[in-house]
């Protein structure tokens, strides 16, 4: 089930007390930023903005900002550039997946095909670049651009290993810190290098954040085998599916028997998906102890983020930025 404000995780209720006024700004200059006189930018940018998604990027910039007392204006706008970048990839990654779902609603290449949502990935991203010339320093456009460029990377890096079971773990986790955490990088860097900061301080919330996007990507790939339409936001299994090679799948099949790994490469390498073929995956992640195996491997990394957090000030910031790495595995969604 997914959060109501009734039943909110505690760590969303401190956020929203700690920088709720502050997200809401930033969600007004996403909204207003994403003005086109062509038509469809806006209407299919919202599309997607507007659909819920937990905003955990612009968070991290927000927090780190304000975890050393920040009082300007441009996290928030740097916070929504970070939220434009992020939307850019999920509208190419939905196009290159062929996703039908996203948190509960239609894709945009679902509703528009895959033309539109390429092109209003493309503005985005670019979009993105003219409010950094615009209003940051060099250093913040540095990381940004660094940042897409290592994304891009990633993405590449995922494509080549699709349908392949030789992917070991180690390169699924590069995989993982390019495609995924590398904004969260950026995002939590970027309130250090607005706020002049040691480099020591810099490059905690850097990795801090390498950390926990890692940590919540390895749990996604884990709630892809374990939970529900409804609560995941879109098809359990669409990974599998898709012939992703995940973790849960890395470790299932090198501990599986000969006729269990036969069965993974049929699905997998060859696309021959036998009825009921999503359930006796499901099944064997977990007779194998994958989905245990995939979890604590996230907990392990979420407990490295929290490490990154000791030299930083003792703020109710800081605390939120813990719970994060907490929340980031305990969650169900």
Known sequence: M???????PPVLKRLGELIGPDLERTNAIILEQLNSQVELIPKLGAHIIESGGKRLRPVLTLLSAKLFGYTGRDDALLAAVVEFIHTATLLHDDVVDRSDTRRGRATANSVWGSKAP????????????QILVAHADLNVLRIIADACAVISEGEVMQLVATNDLTTTEEHYLEVVRRKTATLFTAAAQIGAVLNH?????????????????????VVDDALDYSASNEALGKNVGDDFQEGKITLPVIHAYRHGTPEERAFWSDCLEKREFPEGAL?????????RGSLDYTLARAKTFADEAKAQLAILPDTPEREAMAMLADFSVARSY
């Open 2 to 8: 997914k959060p109501t404000p009734a039943n909110l």
């Open 197 to 217: 900061r040691s480099r020591a301080e810099e490059s905690a919330l850097a990795e801090y954040g390498t950390l926990l996007g890692i940590a919540y990507q």
């Open 118 to 129: 390429i092109l209003v990935g493309d503005y985005l991203f670019s979009r993105s670049f």
């Open 279 to 287: 359930q006796r995956a499901i099944q064997l992640v977990r007779e």
